[in-house]
T-cell receptor, first 113, second 114 residues
């Protein structure tokens, strides 16, 4: 089955800096890669996603890049703010027609004011 | 607000007991997924229902079962509860028409087994 590795597990940055979270996946047939933000005790919220026919997608301060050859995708947050502090999860799905996402273990992002 | 609702928000019960968690998907979504999130395990997929039928199973224990009703709401039943079942339980819904689509999570049920 699919295996998703996510790094780093913890990321600490100063307000205004950029943050990058990286994920790798094992199944080249996966074709959908969402990113979720989860604040403490709350639900995971979809913040951005990318499909395998696109290399990059941007939404304001958030961007996701996908390298299908290397089987990795990354989340980029620019001009970080304290409210960006949360756990971020990447996921991969679509392999073999399955809609079930395989999640990474999460990255705890801490933005210091 | 994702449009997915879950009840109850919190549940405290004793070992050996049985509980039922409820989820209502977003309007128009036919698919419901259940996930367990504990501190050391991340988000673990349990089971998926699509339009009333079980579609996929993940790491769901035999003590756990689920169903999806004609009005598309779903229930997750947890029985013979153990301390290790304490976790956040999320449901998510999606449309799932012709391809992989995004999932929207409910607020979760925090289960504490004492």
């Amino acid at each position: 089955g699919e295996n998703v590795e996510q790094h780093p597990s913890t990321l600490s940055v100063q307000e205004g800096d950029s943050a990058v979270i990286k994920c790798t996946y094992s199944d080249s047939a996966s074709n959908y890669f969402p990113w979720y933000k989860q604040e403490l005790g709350k639900r995971p919220q979809l913040i951005i996603d990318i499909r395998s026919n696109v290399g990059e997608k941007k939404d304001q301060r958030i961007a996701v890049t996908l390298n299908k050859t290397a089987k990795h995708f990354s989340l980029h947050i620019t001009e970080t703010q304290p409210e960006d502090s949360a756990v971020y999860f990447c996921a991969a799905s679509g392999s073999g027609g399955s809609y079930i996402p395989t999640f990474g273990r999460g990255t705890s992002l801490i933005v210091h004011p | 607000d994702s449009g997915v609702t879950q009840t109850p928000k919190h549940l405290i019960t004793a070992t050996g007991q049985r509980v039922t968690l409820r989820c209502s998907p977003r309007s128009g979504d036919l698919s419901v997924y259940w996930y367990q999130q504990s501190l050391d395990q991340g988000l673990q997929f349990l089971i998926q229902y699509y339009n009333g039928e079980e579609r996929a199973k993940g790491n769901i224990l035999e003590r756990f079962s689920a169903q999806q009703f004609p009005d598309l709401h779903s229930e997750l039943n947890l029985s013979s509860l153990e301390l290790g079942d304490s976790a956040l339980y999320f449901c998510a819904s999606s449309v799932e028409g012709t391809g992989v689509t995004e999932q929207y999570f409910g607020p979760g049920t925090r289960l504490t087994v004492t």
